[in-house]
């Protein structure tokens, strides 16, 4: 027997009215909140966009800057040469490392116990304070001798691991497991499986997960403070293993510090460049990464 | 050729489509090579006896089939033949599996080297996301076979009855190709090594009847040259293919499934005087 009168309108009275209302209110909060957080990321990136867009021309890319007393002209050239330069030591480094790792945990049984522990601690090494990371080096390699570009890398080295044997480790699983299988009952050993199946298949992931590797690493300011911060601003400087190299970070560090609007400017021009080569990094990677997890045949 | 008329009465059975029989003769096995030599084996998955003391002997370039309703342990059983349980965890297996005279399971042995002489086909066909070419010259290649590797190629998929349909079109992608295509391009790269036996879980079980006929019909002319064993699903299958089969089935102990071996028989025997009731009971449809 119904309590309430079956035939009366359909409309919400009451109890039901005022939970209505209150659901009403926890939607619109949480949809504020994610407004909130995108109108964040826009403002930033509109605020860099406006600030740095009038610094952009082809000159501010390729002409090293004129850092002598305030005089206008000169761009960011070397600064990017030694970003790009800091980097690729730095994956050079990562790469083989992160992917050797994912392969000890995901192909090797033997892994098994240490498997957990292992994935702790690159979970750790993701969270460790990149300042920290940077003191280490400092101590590491460079204490009581001279900063080298070497020393920026192997601290990017050791942000970008993580990320990558993360990566790796998730495109490895998805091969299936039909394949090795398929390599294993053919009387190929695990390693060539590794090599000459999994790894082939998992490629196309792998790398899309360097790139956002790259592109945190590119953006990395901590690290270098330390460890690759005390270069001629002037010139160009390309030996990575005997001395520090101009990077954009460090740059709009000290060009920001500076009494001259003119640095200032040049500051905000740097920023727009990072800013659009990890924003353009993350989001095809992104994109591509999504696209092979969803090819992979299962 | 018609199954000859069963002894016992099924006149109470279920109909069913009468069972055609291979046109082999029974095999004399006296003559015959014994191939895999097996005592009491018992297959654990952790503590879950998987199979319970299983004894049979496998014969030279005989085609023996594995029948039995699902779960019953038949993959479990076939995969323990050439190692490839090894990457399940949990997995032990008791007793004394000998191959040619070598036991399986011995200290010391290597798998890599015992799946180099016992290949596997698998119930979904793998191919390598590679080439027609490079699927069936990939392990060749590892595994130091590198002289006359296209002719190699070559023979293997004529040995499995791919090569006319594929000679064209040896650098594309074996993906594009269809179900019955990959299955036996699957088969040409087991052979491709020159294996000993060829365990083949189910191959036919993901293919249209025509594919599956195809493939029937080169497990055929491959017994002349390889050991095969089969897990089929399809007794008429069994009956058409194999000229020894192996009935499995389950037991129930305080439940906890087990498979055991009923029967191992001439498939003649099997399909039409089975000694096992349970036997009988399965062949004739009255249950799995």
Known sequence: MATIDPTRPLIATGNLRRRRVLDRVARGGAMAAAVLAV????????????KGSSQISFDFLTEN?????????????????????????????????????????????????????IRLALDLLNGMPTIVIGLFVFGLLEEGGVQTGFAGSFALAIIMVPLISRTTGEMLQLVPRELRDASHALGVSRWRTTIGIVLPAALGGILTGTVLAIARAAGETAPLLLTCSLFNSNATTINVFGAAVPNIPMLIFTDYDSPYPIDHARAWGAALVLMAFILVGNLTARATLARQRRMIPR | MESSRPETDVSDTPLMAPLVIGEQDPVSLETREVV??????????????????????????????????????????????NRMNDSISGFRLTGQALYHG????????????????????????????????????????????????????????RGAALWDEVKDRL?????????????????????????????????????????????EDLMHSLKRDYTLVIVTHNMQQAARVAERTAFFSLNVYDGQRTGVLVEYDDTTTIFTRPTDKRTEDYVTGRFG
């Open chain 2, 171 to 215: 650098d594309r992608s074996a993906l594009g190709l269809s179900g019955g295509q990959q299955q036996r391009l699957c088969i040409a790269r087991s052979i491709a090594i020159e294996p000993d036996v060829l365990l083949l879980d189910e191959p036919c079980s993901a293919l249209d009847p025509i594919a599956t006929a195809s493939v």
């Open chain 2, 36 to 81: 895999f030599d097996l005592h009491d084996i018992n297959v654990y998955y952790g503590a879950a006896l998987a199979l319970e003391d299983v004894t049979m002997k496998i014969h030279k370039n005989v085609i023996t089939a594995m029948i039995g309703p699902s779960g019953c342990g038949k993959s479990t059983f076939i995969r323990s033949l």
């Open chain 1, 65 to 117: 800057p004129q850092k002598i007393d305030g005089t206008v002209g000169g761009g960011i050239a070397n600064a990017i040469i030694g970003s790009a330069l800091l980097i690729a030591v730095a994956t050079a480094m990562a790469l083989p490392i992160g992917v050797m790792i994912a392969v000890f945990l995901t192909e090797f049984s033997g892994a098994g116990r240490l498997a957990r522990p």
């Open chain 1, 39 to 50: 109108a964040v990321l826009l403002v930033v990136i509109a605020t860099v966009l406006i």
């Open chain 2, 102 to 157: 070598n036991d399986l399971y011995a200290t010391g042995v290597d798998p890599v080297e015992v799946r180099r002489r016992i290949g596997m086909v698998f119930q979904k066909p793998n191919p390598f996301p590679k080439s027609i070419y490079h699927n069936v010259a990939w392990a060749p290649r590892i595994l130091g076979m590198r002289d006359g590797l296209d002719e190699r190629v070559e023979k293997a998929l």
